[in-house]
């Protein structure tokens, strides 16, 4: 698998970056940096798909606050 590194957006003034990984399993299989309101709205811009919370998917989007390091899980809907 190849992996795809993109940048999205531009910030405003309240907005965060965050890393945005396409996940098969353990492996990031794409990543862009996203500028958003928060880690859901990064999730859904990163991956051009609706996302929900993650519980056990094979294929999930992973979010890092690139400020506090904080990571979020998503799975596609």
Request: glycine share 6%; charged share 25%.
């Amino acid at each position: 698998m190849a992996l795809i590194v993109g940048s999205l957006t531009e910030p405003g003034p309240s907005m965060k970056t965050y890393q945005v990984e396409e996940m098969a399993g353990e492996t990031p299989v794409s990543r862009q940096t996203v500028t958003a309101n928060s880690p859901w709205e990064a999730a859904s811009i990163g991956t051009k798909k609706e996302v929900q919370a993650r519980r056990d998917e094979r294929l999930w989007v992973r979010v890092t606050e690139e400020s506090s390091r904080s990571v979020y899980k998503y799975a596609f809907k």
